[in-house]
Structures are given as C-alpha cells and as structure tokens.
C-alpha cells in the first residue's frame, strides 16, 4: 500500500485536524497521547472509545501512546482493577508505550511543585471545614468570598504543609488550596484544593502518604512529566482546562500539554458509569464485571464481541463534540458483521423435540458433509451424522399452520438443512398430553435433489440423537428495557427480567466438542454462539449466546 492510500484511509476528526496543524507548523514533531483510567472498576464500551483516539492516534501519526493509571483516590482502587485493565487495552489490540505508568509514580515531584507554588504565594492552607468551603465558594451566579486563611504567610504555609505531610493533623481537618480567584465566573478557578489529608493505604505507595493531591491538579502535571502533546478528555472537563492550564503555567515545567474535549460515548439500553456498573456488581444483579450482560470490555469480550467488531464500531460512531446517545444496535450491526464473516456454522436444537424416521433401519447412519461457511470454501467442511433418531427445535413443528409458516407441519414435508426431506405422518404426546415424539418418513432421494413429485416447505436444522453432545446455552439479551436506564432513580427498576435465559439440555452438533474457549459459531438459524470462556470444556459445553441474527428489539419498540 503507498503512503497517500495510507493517509486515505485514517478517519478524520477536528482532534486529528489540530495535530495535523501543529505538526505543519512545526509545534510538533512528534505526537505522544495516554490513556488514563482510574482503577476504580473494570473498562466499558465508553472507554473503548477513548482508547481507540488514544491508541489509534499514537499508531497512525507514528507516535506514542501512554497507559498512566490516574490512582489519586486509594480508597477506591483496587490492583485487581489494574490488572484487568491493562488486559482489555491489550485484548483490543493495543500497545502502550514502555512501562505502565501511575499518577503515584509522580507524588514526590506533585508535591515539589505544592511547595513551589506556596513559595509564590500562590497557594495555602486552609482550614475551613469541608462545609464551610462550600459555602465560601459561591454559586453558578454568585461569587465566591475569601477564606480567612487566604492570606497566611508563605513560612507558615510551609510549615503546615509538611505537617499535613507527617501526619501531624486528622483527615480533612486542613486542605492546601491554590490561590486563584474566588470571584471568577468558573467555580473551578475559585481556589481548589490541591492536597487533602487522607490516612489510607495507596495500592502503589502503600502508607509512605498520607496526603493526596487532587485529580486536577495531579491530571496536567502528570501529562507534563510525561511530555503528552495532546491531552484528550471527555467534555466535561472542558470548565476545568482553564485550571489544568493554571497550574502548568504556575510550575517550572516546560512541557505544555494541549487539553482537547471530545464527547463521552452513551450507549442506549446500558450504562457507561463505573459508578452504576459497581452496583450491579455489589448487589449481584450480575455475576461479576466481566458477566457476559455487562456492557465491560471483559463482558463483551465474554459475550462473543471480537476486538475487530468493537474498535469497527467505535469508528463508526466518529469523535465530535455533539453529545449523543448510540443505540445498541449499531454495536450489534459490528457484531453481527463480523461474525457474519468469520463464524464457523454448526447446528444446535434449543430446545429439543424427538423425531423418529420409520423408514430409517435401527442401526444405519450416514456421515454427511456440511461447509463450515456457506461463503468461505477454505473454511472446509464438518461431518455430521444421519441417523434414525434425530432432534429438531419445538419452534419448528406445528400441527397446523396457515402457508407462511416455513418449517414442519403434521402431514407436510420439510428439509433438514444439509441432509434429507422428511414428512411428518403422525404425533405421540406424553401423559401430560404434550408432544413428546414425532413419527416421520425421510426421503430416500432427496439428498442435494428436491423431491420429484411433492414440495418441502423451508428448511430446518436437526441433530442425530446419538451424534449430538448435551450443552448448557445461555440466551442473553439487553440488560435494561428501557432506553435511557441512567435516567432512572433506581437502575434495577429498569432491568430486563429476561436478559437471562438458561437452557440446561440444548443439543448441539459433535463437532462442537471441538469448540475452543471464546471460539464463536453461528448456529444456524438460532443466532452467534461463544464457547463460555471460563466454564466451558470438552466434558461441560457451555454457550453463551453473542447476539441473534436479526435486530429483535426494533419491532418490539416500534409497538409500545
Ligand atoms: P466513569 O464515569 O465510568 O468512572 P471516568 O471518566 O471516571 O468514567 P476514567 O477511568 O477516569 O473513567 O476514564 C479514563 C478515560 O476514559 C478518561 O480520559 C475518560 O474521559 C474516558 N472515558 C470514560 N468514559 C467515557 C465515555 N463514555 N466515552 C468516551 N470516553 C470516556
Ligand atoms: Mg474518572
């Protein structure tokens, strides 16, 4: 491929314009971006989207991207969190640039600069109670008023800083705050706190700290030590760039990041909130962040959702500053396409139902061949067995049914997909009155043929009783039924009653014994399958369905 066809295909965007400029103006030479989670909960969908800007600039300008975990707030953050972050960067396709890197790494120079900026008396301590602070610090429409402690010499200030620092005061009794301008129309630039005492336990530092340096202050300095060029952010740090600009004004630090907001990736049907995705994992509405429900890159990834269809489809959602919401099924359509492609076919019966071919000898049975991909001839071909006793989906058979239904019915013929035409002649039903059996003539000359004299109506998908293996399927759907579940005072009040259903006896073809961990198969006419991650083995087939072949949701919205 040349260089310009290269240049061709990188999306577009007003962040790739800005660089694009500061690279022909020679403000850059090269381009360094990050990433920077906080380690308070696993990686979402919202987040892909970040990580793709990041990484996705990093890689096509040459550049370099950062993963810096921004692990100001040890009471929330856990190493485990850690660690299953950097996987999902890394399971999406991802590299970061060198070591890891953590905001902690930089705690002795952000707290240099504290004492820099206290010695241009451009900060201090303060002691107002928390409530009070508030209280000083104003409305969106009325300015704020000085703290009695604004003014207190720079020795003293010192002094009470390293204090805080050793330990001397309890948490939250004193804060060091910057001194900027409590009258200005940005309720950020109204002397925010840059240090807080709190006694707890730093999953890097352990107990060296008992004082901690806020997000804003910390978020800049960090980008700065790091010579980050592009510092992208979601827009509701737009209000605070003036103040990441403050601070890096204010220290002797030569590199000055440029801050760029773009807008958060929402999501219909789910949430993008670490918050709320806690709480479904706390109250066990879920099994666990990576539960194939949860819109987690882990989840997905449990679910069936391949990296490819995830990054095609935070392309495809574009970076502006408009805020708007996604439905769900343009991330399924990702799905849906790429698996489309690449899925292996197999046969399974959901829910089972006992055909019996009377015409069939007892103990015959044929090995036929079916394409892996009805597309892709290299993909190869499957055996599947023929034989006397076969399954097919209860869905599939009605006693009488008007001319648009496609599958079989009591006195009429159907093909079994791959194999042969089958005629139903009579019903068995069990104690409970429920059919239980099916009695059916097979067609001896109908394999790759249609019958000569007669027509079979659709064709359906079967398994042979003794060629087939029992697996356990899990039919996920939307884990909220309503659009906007955010919005709810309550998010379990809005939770899909459904979005789990487990099917303990499905049947499922022999070749998928073979099926690996997290390998994906559409089976047909059912929907995308994943061989369960964790719980599935040869002995214990365990599938989790991916997602179905068709948008179910749109009619079911369209109605009410
Ligand atoms: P949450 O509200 O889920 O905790 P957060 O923004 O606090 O999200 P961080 O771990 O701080 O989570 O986020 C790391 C990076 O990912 C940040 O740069 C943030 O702006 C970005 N990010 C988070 N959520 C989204 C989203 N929905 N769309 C785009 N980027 C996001
Ligand atoms: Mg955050």
Same mark, same amino acid.
């Given at each position: 491929?040349?260089?310009?066809?290269?240049?061709?295909?990188?999306?577009?965007?007003?962040?790739?314009?800005?660089?694009?400029?500061?690279?022909?103006?020679?403000?850059?030479?090269?381009?360094?971006?990050?990433?920077?989670?906080?380690?308070?909960?696993?990686?979402?969908?919202?987040?892909?989207?970040?990580?793709?800007?990041?990484?996705?600039?990093?890689?096509?300008?040459?550049?370099?991207?950062?993963?810096?975990?921004?692990?100001?707030?040890?009471?929330?953050?856990?190493?485990?969190?850690?660690?299953?972050?950097?996987?999902?960067?890394?399971?999406?396709?991802?590299?970061?640039?060198?070591?890891?890197?953590?905001?902690?790494?930089?705690?002795?120079?952000?707290?240099?600069?504290?004492?820099?900026?206290?010695?241009?008396?451009?900060?201090?301590?303060?002691?107002?109670?928390?409530?009070?602070?508030?209280?000083?610090?104003?409305?969106?429409?009325?300015?704020?008023?000085?703290?009695?402690?604004?003014?207190?010499?720079?020795?003293?200030?010192?002094?009470?800083?390293?204090?805080?620092?050793?330990?001397?005061?309890?948490?939250?009794?004193?804060?060091?705050?910057?001194?900027?301008?409590?009258?200005?129309?940005?309720?950020?630039?109204?002397?925010?706190?840059?240090?807080?005492?709190?006694?707890?336990?730093?999953?890097?530092?352990?107990?060296?700290?008992?004082?901690?340096?806020?997000?804003?202050?910390?978020?800049?300095?960090?980008?700065?030590?790091?010579?980050?060029?592009?510092?992208?952010?979601?827009?509701?740090?737009?209000?605070?760039?003036?103040?990441?600009?403050?601070?890096?004004?204010?220290?002797?630090?030569?590199?000055?990041?440029?801050?760029?907001?773009?807008?958060?990736?929402?999501?219909?049907?789910?949430?993008?909130?670490?918050?709320?995705?806690?709480?479904?994992?706390?109250?066990?509405?879920?099994?666990?962040?990576?539960?194939?429900?949860?819109?987690?890159?882990? %989840?997905? $990834?449990?679910?069936?959702? /391949?990296? !490819?269809?995830?990054? @095609?489809?935070?392309?495809?959602?574009?970076?502006?500053? *408009?805020?708007?919401?996604?439905?769900?099924?343009?991330?399924?359509?990702?799905?849906?396409?790429?698996?489309?492609?690449?899925?292996?076919?197999?046969?399974?019966?959901?829910?089972?139902?006992?055909?019996?071919?009377?015409?069939?000898?007892?103990?015959?049975?044929?090995?036929?061949?079916?394409?892996?991909?009805?597309?892709?001839?290299?993909? %190869?071909? $499957?055996?599947?067995?023929? /034989?006397? !006793?076969?399954?097919? @989906?209860?869905?599939?058979?009605?006693?009488?049914?008007? *001319?648009?239904?496609?599958?079989?019915?009591?006195?009429?013929?159907?093909?079994?997909?791959?194999?042969?035409?089958?005629?139903?002649?009579?019903?068995?039903?069990?104690?409970?009155?429920?059919?239980?059996?099916?009695?059916?003539?097979?067609?001896?000359?109908?394999?790759?043929?249609?019958?000569?004299?007669?027509?079979?109506?659709?064709?359906?998908?079967?398994?042979?009783?003794?060629? /087939?293996?029992?697996?356990?399927?899990?039919?996920?759907?939307?884990?909220?039924?309503?659009?906007?579940?955010?919005?709810?005072?309550?998010?379990?009040?809005?939770?899909?009653?459904?979005?789990?259903?487990?099917?303990?006896?499905?049947?499922?073809?022999?070749?998928?014994?073979?099926?690996?961990?997290?390998?994906?198969?559409?089976?047909?006419?059912?929907?995308?399958?994943?061989?369960?991650?964790?719980?599935?083995?040869?002995?214990?087939?365990?599938?989790?369905?991916?997602?179905?072949?068709?948008?179910?949701?749109?009619?079911?919205?369209?109605?009410?």
């Amino acid at each position: 491929m040349s260089e310009s066809e290269n240049i061709g295909n990188k999306p577009t965007n007003f962040i790739r314009t800005m660089i694009d400029n500061d690279i022909s103006s020679g403000k850059h030479q090269s381009i360094i971006t990050r990433f920077p989670p906080e380690p308070n909960g696993f990686l979402h969908i919202g987040h892909a989207k970040s990580i793709c800007l990041n990484f996705g600039i990093a890689e096509d300008y040459q550049g370099r991207c950062n993963l810096r975990f921004d692990d100001t707030n040890p009471a929330k953050e856990e190493s485990a969190y850690a660690e299953a972050i950097a996987k999902d960067v890394q399971w999406l396709g991802f590299q970061w640039d060198g070591e890891i890197r953590h905001s902690a790494d930089y705690f002795d120079r952000l707290y240099g600069y504290a004492e820099e900026l206290i010695e241009k008396g451009l900060a201090y301590v303060c002691e107002l109670s928390m409530q009070q602070m508030r209280e000083y610090r104003g409305t969106l429409t009325e300015k704020g008023k000085n703290s009695p402690f604004r003014e207190r010499p720079v020795d003293e200030n010192l002094a009470l800083l390293r204090k805080m620092k050793a330990g001397k005061f309890d948490d939250g009794s004193l804060a060091l705050r910057a001194k900027i301008d409590m009258s200005s129309p940005n309720i950020n630039m109204r002397d925010p706190v840059i240090y807080r005492i709190k006694k707890a336990h730093h999953i890097r530092t352990g107990d060296q700290w008992c004082i901690y340096p806020t997000y804003d202050f910390t978020h800049g300095i960090s980008d700065a030590i790091e010579g980050i060029t592009h510092s992208l952010c979601t827009l509701e740090f737009e209000d605070h760039r003036p103040l990441y600009d403050w601070f890096l004004d204010n220290i002797s630090i030569e590199c000055h990041p440029q801050q760029i907001e773009f807008s958060r990736l929402n999501l219909e049907h789910t949430i993008t909130s670490k918050r709320k995705l806690n709480q479904l994992v706390t109250e066990e509405v879920v099994d666990g962040w990576d539960d194939p429900r949860m819109p987690t890159i882990s %989840g997905m $990834r449990r679910r069936g959702y /391949s990296a !490819t269809a995830i990054r @095609d489809f935070i392309a495809r959602t574009g970076v502006t500053k *408009k805020v708007h919401t996604v439905e769900m099924s343009l991330l399924e359509n990702s799905v849906r396409e790429d698996l489309g492609e690449n899925a292996p076919r197999a046969m399974a019966v959901l829910n089972p139902l006992k055909i019996t071919l009377t015409n069939y000898a007892e103990d015959k049975t044929e090995e036929l061949l079916a394409p892996r991909h009805p597309q892709k001839e290299a993909m %190869g071909k $499957r055996k599947i067995t023929f /034989s006397k !006793t076969l399954y097919i @989906d209860r869905a599939d058979f009605r006693e009488s049914a008007n *001319k648009k239904y496609k599958r079989l019915v009591l006195g009429k013929a159907v093909r079994l997909r791959n194999a042969y035409v089958i005629t139903c002649d009579e019903i068995k039903l069990d104690e409970q009155g429920e059919i239980c059996e099916l009695l059916c003539r097979y067609d001896e000359n109908t394999l790759g043929k249609n019958p000569a004299d007669y027509k079979a109506k659709g064709v359906i998908h079967w398994v042979s009783e003794q060629h /087939s293996a029992v697996a356990k399927v899990r039919l996920y759907d939307r884990l909220f039924n309503v659009s906007n579940p955010a919005a709810e005072t309550n998010i379990l009040d809005a939770l899909n009653p459904d979005c789990l259903v487990t099917i303990e006896q499905a049947r499922v073809e022999l070749s998928l014994k073979d099926a690996k961990p997290e390998e994906v198969f559409q089976f047909e006419r059912e929907g995308y399958f994943c061989a369960d991650r964790y719980v599935h083995s040869e002995a214990n087939l365990v599938f989790n369905r991916t997602v179905t072949l068709r948008d179910s949701w749109v009619k079911i919205e369209a109605k009410g």
